[in-house]
């Protein structure tokens, strides 16, 4: 049997079934493949995983309010979701959806193990309940008059009834080692300190079934009872790799869950110990992302944004959205959303920066060299600004700093840019010094092709488009072969603007 190689296994949060994508949703998404693009530039096979997050009472209310049956609802809101990721060049390798047969496998298998090894019990659950967060609350978790801070509109109702429990408060000392043993686990690391202080305060158990809530999955062997949608739907990343099958163990454990703040306690927490309890291993890394703000506010449904993620597609197309969210909101914080900014980038970096240097280097060597990529000699200055900044760029990169990253290719441009002021080949072309000509432009396409590989998990359909224009195959670009040997006596092509300026900017 031959040895495989084994995948680097990525997945983003499951979004919840509940209404229209927006940015919100969107910058995760793009966020998580540009993280995925980048381990396959790296060479390396890559397993990337997002899905839909479909049962629970909110989304029977939704389907009931629409007069709709709530796989049908949910089949339609699943439809509009990758729509919007395949628009958005989001490259996933698999969507899983939590009303999939798959996942309802997975899911009993694992509560049925969790509690064969002791650590499930019946209990009597009593305390405040937030239809809106589908979550008990603690009394200091409400605001002053009662209510749930993030939905203050909604009921809070206080509810007693029959659940099954996992023993999570067991848990701690072990949760503890791990995050002692791994400090790396979850990063940002502020994000580390957080969850390592929330669980040395002392774990509660906590209730992990439902007797009133019959739009999920049957609790194991006990019908009157459905699994608690939060727990329920953090078993997506297990279900995705085929488990109970015994082949599950190609993927998992997985290497990095993607996720939003709101949610790093489950995965940090709650999960592993879930996994732990049931003899599984647990995950190897959670990254925790910001939030994209627009005038202050969160991109959300309940937040009441109003701006659509078609409206964020529309005004320079899906790759400079991407490239946009990524540059402008660090990857390891918050950021903020403006349309004005969106504009200002799109023409500096995009437009003018980017998309004029591939203009202008495919057309001096249309014009002085005949379409062929001249060969490659590789002691000019910006042969060695490359090799600085592709080291930065591959550390900014490995260590999740997307904005980082392409700030580092956009540097890149601007070398290339005042390379050709400096050598001025219409002058060399002018004097006949041939052999200056072609080692300029030979450093010249071996930096555009660089830059290429290095924006390829941000702007996917754009630099395909240019990989061609260098008469190369963009499932070929890796960072193993940025340099000239890629291009090297290729026949270049001269291609539209890839970033035209809108009517108003021109
Ligand atoms: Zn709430």
Excluded at 347 to 371: C, F, H, K, P, Q
């Amino acid at each position: 049997m031959t040895p495989t190689t084994r995948k680097f296994y990525v997945t983003t949060a499951i979004d919840y079934a509940n209404g229209e994508p927006h940015l919100g949703h969107a910058f995760e998404k793009i966020g998580a493949d540009c993280v995925a693009r980048y381990h396959r530039l790296r060479g390396e096979p890559v397993h990337f995983v997002i899905g839909m997050d479909e049962h629970g009472q909110k989304v029977a209310q939704a389907a009931e309010e629409a007069g709709a049956e709530p796989q049908a609802w949910v089949d339609g809101i699943a439809e509009r979701f990758r729509v919007a990721w395949d628009e958005l060049g989001i490259s996933h390798d698999d969507f899983i959806r939590t009303t999939e047969a798959r996942h309802a496998r997975a899911v009993q298998e694992l509560f049925r193990r969790i509690r064969e090894r002791g650590h499930i019990f019946e209990g009597v659950y009593s305390g405040y309940y937030c239809v809106g967060c589908e979550a008990f609350k603690l009394e200091k978790d409400l605001d002053d008059q009662g209510r749930c801070p993030i939905h203050p509109s909604r009921e809070i109702k206080w509810v007693e009834e029959p659940n099954f429990f996992f023993r999570l408060s067991a848990f701690g000392p072990w949760l503890l080692e791990r995050y002692a043993a791994h400090p790396d686990f979850v990063r940002p690391a502020a994000k580390m300190n957080e969850i390592r202080n929330v669980v040395a305060d002392g774990l509660q158990d906590i209730s992990v079934s439902r007797a009133r809530v019959p739009w999920g999955i049957p609790w194991p062997d006990d019908p009157d009872h459905t699994v608690y949608v939060w727990f329920e739907a953090l078993t997506n990343y297990l279900s995705a790799t085929g488990f109970p099958d015994a082949s599950y163990t190609e993927l998992w454990p997985a290497d990095l869950h993607i996720i939003g703040p709101d949610i790093v306690r489950f995965h940090a927490a709650l999960w592993p110990a879930m996994l732990e309890a049931a003899g599984l291993e647990p995950p190897r890394g959670v990254w925790c992302h910001g939030w994209v703000n627009l005038a202050g506010a969160r991109f959300s449904k309940s937040a009441g944004v109003h701006l659509t993620l078609r409206e964020a597609i529309d005004r320079h197309g899906p790759d400079a959205l991407r490239y946009f969210l990524l540059r402008e909101v660090p990857w390891d914080g918050d950021g903020t959303f403006s349309l004005e900014r969106f504009d200002v980038r799109y023409t500096a970096d995009l437009a003018d920066g980017y998309g004029n240097l591939v203009s202008r280097v495919l057309a001096m060597i249309e014009r002085y060299l005949d379409g062929t990529v001249p060969p490659y000699a590789a002691d000019t200055d910006l042969d060695r600004a490359r090799t600085t900044t592709l080291e930065r760029y591959v550390a900014a990169m490995d260590g999740h700093l997307l904005h980082d990253g392409a700030a580092r290719a956009l540097e890149l441009v601007a070398d290339a840019n005042a390379f050709i002021e400096a050598r001025a080949p219409w002058a060399l072309a002018k004097a006949g010094n041939r052999a200056a000509l072609a080692e300029t432009l030979g450093a010249l396409a071996a930096t555009l092709a660089a830059i290429t590989a290095m924006l390829t998990p941000f702007l996917p359909g754009k630099t395909a488009t240019v990989c061609r224009a260098l008469g190369r195959d963009a499932a070929d670009v890796s960072l193993v072969t940025t340099e000239m040997r890629g291009v090297s006596g290729n026949r270049v092509r001269k291609i539209p603007p890839l970033f035209p300026k809108p009517p108003a900017a021109a």
